[in-house]
């Protein structure tokens, strides 16, 4: 893939739609002949590890935070997850059982790369998912495994996240081989539904023009809210990024079940409220608070699948259903929805999509 915009109007927007190649990228990286997430974890010694520590920052850091999921839920093994620049400070307990695992799409941000060194210097095995092959993280790691998503331009990572979350995705099932935490019929089930995920998003990204002219509603908020469980939950925090990063509207990430602790109290009449609820298996919770919302005058977005739309569609303004799939990769779904959210809204309001203001595409200062 060439570092071209090619017939689009952005980076961004390209990138966005490359993904079903970039994603089929990953998963050839790590799949062995027979479709079985195998290569490239050769060098890994599972036995000798009883808990992973994930360090990344921005959105690097929300692919680990889904991951934690996929390590917990599939493999059985304890994942930490820490902000890059504040995992060294806080003095976290190391011992050989664990493997520090650095997410960066750049291999270079300066607080990954410090979190790494300090993991290494405390004798921790060190792993780096990395998109830049020849990048400090990637020499620097023990080990070293590559995303290959090709070079990534726009500021605000798209294709290099889901490509981290599908390595992720790789990593956890070829490690709950050796854990034998879940049942093969069940693993093979998810192995099944990262294969056909290329063809997922493909049909995902036909919701391109929906999802355009919705934003136009979105282009004059003053502050948005994403909302999800489970591993929605960190997909609502990216979601929440990615629209101010390039949009520049307030926007905040919850735990759906956390709202009503408090920021509840800014939801006014017209406020947009974005549901993330696709493949989920706390629907039912959620669709609870998309209630408390939607009678305080929320204007709410409801992302969700067929069955969900049945259920919640008309306590929502507007409803995004997406192709059915395993909820294993569900995050992946939502976040060609909510990528597609953050661009047009952007684009909407004229703003530099690909070089958003104040930001770097990689912050090699700490
Ligand atoms: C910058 C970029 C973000 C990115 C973060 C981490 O802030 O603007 O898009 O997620 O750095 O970058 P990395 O290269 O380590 O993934």
Redesign the pocket.
Known sequence: IQATKGNYRHFMLKEIFEQPITIGQTLATFMDEFGKPANGFEDIDFSKYKRLFIV??????YAGAVAKYWFEQVAGIPVEIDIASEFRYRQPILDKDCLFVA???????AD?LAALRYAKAHNVGTLALV?VTTSTMAREADIFLPINAGPEIG???TK??TSQLAALACFALAMSEHTSFKDKETIMRFTKALTELPDTVSETLRLDAQIEKLCLGLSSAKSVFYLGRDMNFPIALEAALKLK?ISYIHAEGYAAGELKHGPIALIEPGTPVIVLAAQDPLFDKTVSNLREVSARGAKVYLITDKAGAKIASEMAEEVIILPECESFVSPLIVTIAIQLMAYHTAVHLGTDVDQPRN?????TVE
């Open positions: 990344a920052c921005g959105t690097a850091y997410i960066s799409q750049s291999g270079e941000t990954t998109n500021v605000a990572s290099a996240f990063e930001l770097a595409k990689s912050v």
